[in-house]
Each structure stands twice: as C-alpha cells, then as structure tokens.
C-alpha cells in the first residue's frame, strides 16, 4: 500500500487553502457584479424639476409724504366750497423700486448623454427635463440658497462608473436626452464639466458672467444667436476629443477668452457684436483650428504659431474701420495641424 498522501495533502496545505480562497474570491466577485449589473431590464424615466427665483427682496416703497387717497400734508385745505369746483385733489400714489435679481452659479457634471441649456423666459425660474434609462444611470440636482446668491448643481451619469456600463449591452449615451433651462432675469455664471457625450448651448439673451466649462469626449456646440444682457467677464472652454463650435462669441463680449482643444476640430468663430476690447487666447494639440474673424473691430495677432502644420490667414491690414472701433488681442497656437484665419 502507498503511503503517499491522497486529496488536498497531494498539494499539502497551501495548496488546498490557495483553492479555498480562490473560490471564496470568485464568489464574492460574482456577487459584486451581479450588484453591478442589477437587472438588465431597462428602466425609462421621464422626470422634471423645476425651482423658482425669488428676487433678494421684496419690492421697497419709496418715502412720499402721504399715502394713496391721503391729502399730502404740505397742501393747504380748500374751503369746502370750493371742492366741487376744484374736484378731490389725489396726491400720486407711492412710488415702487423693483427688487434687485439675485446673481447665482449652475454648476454642472454631465456624462453619457445629449445635454442642452437653453434660455428660459423671465420669471421662468430653474428646470431640468430628463429623459433617460434609471437601470443604468442616476441624475440628482440640488438647489442651494444662500443670502442673497444661489448655487443649482446637476450632475448625470451611469452608475458604478464607466465599468458598469461595460458589463452591460445595449447602453447608448443618445438614449439620455437631459434639457436645462436657467432664467434671462438673474445674472449667472456656468461652471463644470463633462465626460463622454454631447452638448448643445444656446446662450443669447442669458445674463452671464462668465463660463469656465471643461468638455470631455464628443461633439459640443456654445452658440451666442443674439446679445447676452450685459458683457461677459470671461469665456473659458477646454476640450478634449471631438469637435467643438463656437458661435458668435461676440454677443457676448468677453473680456477675456480662453479657449483650448486637444485632438480634433475646434471652431472659434468670434462674429457679433463687441461691446468692449478683449483679450483671446486659444490653442490646439493635434487636428484643425478655424477662426473667424469679425470684420468691424480691429485685430491685433500678437502670436499665431503651428509647430507642425500650416497657418493660412486672411489679410487684415486693409479694412476700414470707424475710429472707435473695440480691439481683440489675439494668441493662437498649435503644436501639429492646421490653423485657418479668416
């Protein structure tokens, strides 16, 4: 008879507890992605927030000498008789100050989806409108008033991060539409960022400060149709991977613009019109610029580079414009591209 051991003790100890907690690992591990995981059904939601935006006080009644229907103190009384050929003499009613709007931040986190922000009507106040698939994504949004300032944060994207997107099939980020009005009537500023998806801002008419936006892979579109209601601070936008548009900055008129884009297709088109000089930094890593011009400021380059790549520019020393016409300062470079100017 053999004396040699038989079962686990052919590997001896450490061989069989290596076993054991293998399948004690590869259990927990299925555990967890099946928690991932959760239910393949997919679960279409349709929801919407909306808060409104009360000014930072309450209409303020301007000091009168008398109230409405009051005869003011510094009028003689008429005689009696002499009313009914005088007629009631009213003083004018008191005078009201429009409350001051309340300046604000919406700050945003937006992944996997189609985004908008668009203009709402005065008086409309915040909204959200979100369609999107509950099983695989999560949306919060959370108004914070503070004094006389508030801050709208919304954040959207999949749950359990990308690696629970992978274990699923069938996820696509245009299934996720999410739509965000912010009102024409309160001074704002937008500031956040963006993973994979695509963003579609239509910005004319909004009181903004300033924008300081990080874009992530995708396709986004910032667009200024008509004026902002006053001059913009400053516009900051850096991008990733895709193509980014920018539309008739000039509506806006910022002091100060920064704009960066990493690989792929940026346009800056800085059309509309200035209220001010300013000045405009931009620059690429890898793909194609284009700038277009507005053609009743003036236009001075103080730098304008292509490590490797070609640079094609429009003339710019014969245009004719009025003495007081506002100046951008431009500094635009590339590290291997094309830059087009125009």
């Known amino acids: 008879m053999s004396n040699s051991p038989r079962g686990c003790f052919k590997l001896g100890c450490f061989g069989c507890l290596a076993m ?14 099946g928690q991932v995981m959760g239910s393949t059904v997919s679960e279409p939601v349709d929801v ?19 109230g409405f229907g009051e ?39 937006l992944a996997y989806g189609d985004f908008k922000i668009r203009r709402g009507s005065p008086g409309e106040g915040l909204k ?49 539409k999410i739509t965000i009005t912010v009102p024409a009537d309160h001074p704002i500023d937008l500031v956040g ?20 936006l990080d874009l992530g892979v995708g396709e986004h579109t910032l667009s200024f149709a008509e004026p902002t209601r006053e001059p913009m601070e400053r516009f900051a936008v850096v991008g990733s991977v895709g193509e980014i548009k920018i539309r008739d900055l000039g509506n806006a008129s910022p ?46 380059l103080s730098d304008k580079k292509v490590s490797i790549g070609e640079i094609t520019a429009s003339d710019l020393e014969d245009r004719q414009l009025e003495p007081d016409a506002h100046t951008l300062t431009l500094a635009i470079n590339g590290s291997i591209g094309e830059l087009s100017i125009d």
């Open 48 to 66: 919407e927030f909306s808060h409104p935006l009360s000014p930072d006080a309450g209409p303020v009644e301007a000091e009168t000498s008398g």
């Open 255 to 300: 002091r100060q613009v920064y704009f960066e884009h990493s690989i792929g297709e940026a346009r800056l088109d800085l059309s509309g019109e200035w209220q001010n000089d300013a000045e405009v930094t931009a620059s690429f890593s890898i793909g194609e610029m284009r700038l277009r011009l507005p053609d009743d400021v003036k236009i001075v």
């Open 193 to 212: 960022e963006m993973g994979v998806g695509e963003l579609e801002a239509d910005l004319g008419g909004l009181w903004l400060r300033q924008i300081d």
């Open 128 to 176: 959200v409108e979100a369609k999107y698939d509950a099983s695989a994504f999560e949306l919060e949004e959370v108004l914070t008033e503070d004094g006389d300032k508030w801050t709208y944060n919304v954040s959207f994207g999949p749950k359990n991060g990308v690696f629970g997107l992978l274990l699923r099939s069938g996820v696509k980020e245009g299934d996720n």
């Open 71 to 109: 005869t003011s103190s510094t009028l003689e009384a008429v005689p009696s008789s002499d009313q009914a050929q005088l007629g009631t003499i009213l003083p004018m009613p008191e005078a009201v100050v429009a409350p001051e709007p309340r300046p604000g931040r919406l700050v945003v986190d």
């Open 20 to 33: 054991i907690i293998l399948a004690v690992l590869a259990t927990i591990m299925l555990a967890f992605m």
